[in-house]
Each structure stands twice: as structure tokens, then as C-alpha cells.
């Protein structure tokens, strides 16, 4: 049925972004590896003067 069908594929799509290790990005899942960059974006950028 049609509900059978897009469960399944919201299954899927939660394995595919939060479970499957991603062997390109480190073997982590890709959700882990997009939380991971953005935190490092907005940490505060130490700079020095002379």
C-alpha cells in the first residue's frame, strides 16, 4: 500500500543519514559528520596581532 511505501522509504532515508557509516567522511554517519562541521564553524576563531 501506499502508507507501507513511504514508511519504508522514511526508514530508509533515517538509515541512510543517521546509521550508515559513510567510508569517504571518515566512517561516521553523515548526520554525525554535518552536526560535527558546523560546530566548528561557529566556535570562536582565535587570531593574533603583532
Given at each position: 500500500t501506499?502508507?507501507?511505501?513511504?514508511?519504508?522509504t522514511?526508514?530508509?532515508?533515517?538509515?541512510?543519514?543517521?546509521?550508515?557509516?559513510?567510508?569517504?567522511?571518515?566512517?561516521?554517519?553523515?548526520v554525525?559528520?554535518?552536526?560535527s562541521?558546523y560546530t566548528?564553524?561557529?566556535?570562536?576563531?582565535?587570531?593574533?596581532?603583532?
Open positions: 501506499l502508507s507501507q511505501v513511504e514508511l519504508a522514511a526508514e530508509w532515508v533515517d538509515w541512510y543519514n543517521h546509521q550508515r557509516l559513510h567510508g569517504e567522511i571518515g566512517h561516521v554517519p553523515p554525525e559528520y554535518e552536526t562541521y566548528e564553524l561557529t566556535k570562536p576563531q582565535v587570531t593574533t596581532t603583532i
